[in-house]
Structures are given as structure tokens and as C-alpha cells.
């Protein structure tokens, strides 16, 4: 009976349509990559176009053209975020009068708003207004941001009076309202800039062009770099300008630099590549879930011979993206584009879907646990605005007798670090370790993201060493140097070059032609979930062991126990690192390739 309805379902659409699983679908892609490679044309394969909306051009647009002025706005925006971020906990204590623990946790709770905020970014970049104008629109939202943030600064209305006399007056509501609608426009900037930059400055190369190919993996390392140097910039100068000349300087200087940001984004516009909105992909994924589950509630069996559905054109049947070929992994969703019966309509993908529609939620799936399994990190990246500021503030940072470093300024040891390990990762260390494994980046973005956890877990164990010898033997305010906490500020900056560009790489490369955005998106909400984590961790702690007064985080630093917060962080890092190597070991791409932590060498699937 199944046979006969299956060739029914043959007779009544062209041939073409219906795929063999596993055998004429990849043999079709693999002769079409064939002919395209073969291909000699200055126009790109990967569907981008150009300002007017004709095929893009290898030789005027993309490549190291477009990418300069992409990573110009990246600066400005870390160079304002991390301006904010590092000394917002000074800020919120000294001006706003907020106890230490609530501050560091109403920080991390915007720094997470912001990262999770990216999954809105990503959606309306790739459902409806493409990455390019969704980073320009979400630039406008974040200078306005920072325009009110320097008016909250500068106007003595918005802030409580100078302390003169004991207790102090702590901000109004509205005081306090006023300052979160401003960081709350630029979390919305951030979460719009994000999950699309990286994406953009990434489509600026040809996939199917092995020289861009080559190109694109150096400009993940040099966004990174670019990132590092906003960042150097926003912690070091900017933190210097708001403690020596105030706030008002402090924020209205990164408030000009977002605004000319903007302008030389806008430069090289028709330098650019753009990439079309696809739909939105949160639409596709409920359909392959919905019209799975009918066809498995039909009693619907899939097996290695089974006739699936694909369109008969050159791309697939989401706009502006390439076929996928089918993948044996999660059969369960194949049931979605399995032709069941002689009145579905092809063109309804709420009753039968396509096999590429398929596929791409079948990537997006398998990318899950992978991106689970690298949240604790973020826990520990948490730590280096919030209380690793918190110890500085503490220690000697006397340089001289004359110069004194900032509290704020202090994780430059990190960002310091990220600068000098990415020019010799990728101009000595790529080299070296391919000869050694024969892959092109010398290691795989799974084994590189391993290395950055195994990091992670000496960073914070070196944290909280330190963190017990100053509270026991420096327990006198500045009596220790600030250098000693260059173990902690060196290792997580490590593991953050390591992962991250390792997350950049992966999220990009596993993703589909109508998924970069939110696939992007997907690894930068991590960084929020895990300041949210982190901020519900320090509450747990709190309540637990005796609050504010008798607790291990109370309102003075030398009163608490924050080394056991960090062993706490530590034996999660540790956890957590186990946990990924079983996840990355058994991690399967979307071309059915291994990418585990054990080999470098792709292992095709059997």
C-alpha cells in the first residue's frame, strides 16, 4: 500500500520534485558545487547583491573593501559599551547610592538584557529588514541612548544631591527611571548591532571562493581584534576621563564616537554585499514541527528509501537561499516533507514541507547542545566587570607617584592580552599547528571553544586564591598591589580568545543562508544568560548563607567571602568543561561531518 501511494504522489508531481533520501538529492548538490566551483566569474555564488540590488561583484564590492568600515562600528560600539559596563557598578554606587551587591547585579542584569535582546536583532534582520539596515536602524537607537545617558550624567536634577552627611540620600524613582530608559536604549542598540555585524562583515566573502574562504576565517581574528581595541579604548581613556573629568566627559565622548560611527558605516555602502531577508525562520521551524507531528499522528514511516519533497529550481524554496541536502540525523522531522497523500499542496508549506526546510531546522537543532554546554562560560566573563572591579577598587594601583590606575581600568590586563594572543594565533600559531594536523584553521572552532573552557576553569581558581590572600594578609585597604590579580584578568582573557572567535566561527559556519542572524544571535545570548545566571547565583548565595550583613557577599568586600564564590564558579567551569567535551565529541555539521574536540580532521559519517 505505501508503495503505491508513493508512486501515485511520483505521477502526480514532476519526478524532480521528489528526492530519494540520502542518494539523488546529494548526488544533484554535489554536481551542481562541481560545475559552480568550476566556474570562472567575478560574481558571487552566495546570493548577495550589490547597493542597487544587482549580483554582487568580487572585484568592487566585499572582501577587504567592505570589512574596514564594519569593524570601524564595532570599535565605537564596544568602545561605549565597555566605557559603561566597567565603571556602571562605580556609578550606580557613588551617584545613584546603591549598596555594592545590588549594583553588581542590576549591571549584570542589563549587560545580560542586552545579549539576550540579540535574538529580537536577529529576527528582524533575517525575517524582515536584512543585516545591513537592522545595524544602521539599531545604531540610531543606541546613539540616542547614549545622548540620554550623558544628559543623566549632566543634569544635577537627575541624580541625588552630594552626600554631606550620613545616611545619604539615595536617586528617586524618577531619578532612577530616567538612567534605566537610557541604558535600556542602548541594551535595544546592542541587542539590534550584535547578531548582525559579524554576520555582515562574514557575507563580505564568497563561501564558494576559496581564496575568500581563507579570508573569512582572518576576519573573524581581526573583529575580535577590532573588539579589543574598543574595548582597550573604553576601559582604559574613557574610565581615566570619567574619573579624572567626570561623568558628563566620560559619556559624552563614546556618545560622539557611536554618532561617527554611523556615518562611516553609511561610508561604505556601496562597498557592501547584502544578503536579502529570507522569512522569518522561527515561521519554518513551527511548520517541520507541526506538519511532522501530524504526519507521525497519521502513522507515517520513514525509511532510507522514502520519496521526500523539493522544489525543481536552481535555489531553494526560501527566498535568496541554496538547496541543502538531506542528512540522515533527527529522521523524525523528515515525516514534514514526506508526499503522504495525493491532496497536499506543494505550495502550503503548513501541510508539506521542503526538504531544504527541513534541513535548516535540523541544523539549528543540532547546534543546541553545543551552545548549552558553553553558557557557564559567560558566568565567569560576568565577573570581570562586577566584582574583579570590586577587588582593584581595593588594591594598590599606584603607578608612580604621580599616576594611579583606575578601578574601572583595570581588566585592560584582559583586553591587553586578547591583543597580543590574536596576531600571534593567527600569523604564527595557525601555521604551525596546521602543518601538524592538516586543517586549514589548525584547529577545529569546537576544539578551539575546548581550549578556551579548560582556561576558564585556572582563571577563576586563580581569582579566588588571590581573593583569599588579600583578605587575609591585606585586609588594610591598598596595602596589596593590584598586579596580583594579572593571573585571573590573563587567563580569562585567553579563554576568551579562544572561544569566542572558536563561537564565531562555528555559529556562522553551521548556519543556514536564512539562519546567520539568529544563529549569531545564539552564542551572544549566552553571554547574557550567563550575567543573569550569574546575578541569580549571587542572590541564591545571599539568601543562603546569611544576606547582606552576615553572608559571604555583603556591602563591603573585606567583610566577605568572595573567594568561595569563586571556587563555587570554578567547580562549575569544571563541570562544565566535562560536560562539552561529551557533547563536542559526539557533534555531528550540518554537512555530516565530525568536528569533535579529538581530531582536527573531519570524519565523514557512515
Known sequence: MEKQESAAAADLYDKSFIQPSMEKFEQDFSEDNNKEGSLSTTLVSNGCVDFRGNAANKETTGGWKASPFIIVNEVAERLA?????????????????????????????????????????????????????????????????????????????????????????????????????????????????????????????????????????SFFNWFFFGINIGALLGITLLVYIQENKGWTWGFGIPTVAMVCSIVILAAGIPKYRYQKPMGSPFTRFIQVIVVSLRNHSRGVQVGSKTALYEVNTEESDIVGARKLPHTAQYRFLDKAALVTDLEDNPKTRWRLCTVTQVEEFKCFIRVLPIWASTIALSLSFAQLSTFFISQAALMDRKLGPDFEIPAG??????????????????????????????????????QRMGVGLFISIFALASAALVEKKRRDHYSKPFSMNVFWLLPQFFLIGAAEVFTYVGQLEFFYDEATDGTRSISSAMFLSEIGIGSWLSTALVKIIEGTTGGETKGWLRGTLNKSKLDYFYWILTAINGLNFLVYLWVSRRYKGRHGTSTSVRDGREEVEN
Open 81 to 217: 559599551f565597555f566605557a559603561i559596563a566597567v565603571n556602571m557598578v562605580a556609578y550606580l554606587v557613588s551617584e545613584m547610592r546603591q549598596s555594592l551587591p545590588n549594583a553588581a547585579t542590576h549591571v549584570t542584569d542589563w549587560i545580560g538584557a542586552a545579549y539576550v535582546l540579540t535574538l529580537v536583532g536577529a529576527f528582524l534582520a533575517d525575517a524582515y529588514l536584512g543585516r545591513f539596515k537592522t545595524i544602521i536602524i539599531f545604531s540610531c537607537v543606541y546613539a540616542v541612548g547614549m545622548v540620554l545617558l550623558t544628559v543623566s550624567a549632566s543634569v544635577d536634577s537627575l541624580r541625588p544631591p552630594p552626600c554631606t552627611a550620613r545616611p545619604c540620600n539615595k536617586a528617586t524613582d524618577g531619578q532612577t527611571w530616567s538612567l534605566y530608559a537610557a541604558l535600556g536604549l542602548i541594551a535595544l542598540g546592542t541587542g539590534g548591532i550584535k547578531p548582525c555585524v559579524s554576520s555582515f562583515g562574514a557575507d563580505q566573502f564568497d563561501e564558494a571562493d576559496t581564496n575568500e574562504v581563507q579570508k573569512k576565517y
Open 409 to 446: 581600568s583595570v581588566p585592560v590586563f584582559s583586553a591587553v592580552n586578547a591583543l597580543i594572543l590574536v596576531p600571534i594565533y593567527e600569523k604564527w600559531m595557525v601555521p604551525i599547528i596546521r602543518r601538524r594536523t592538516g586543517h586549514q584553521r589548525g584547529i577545529t572552532s569546537l
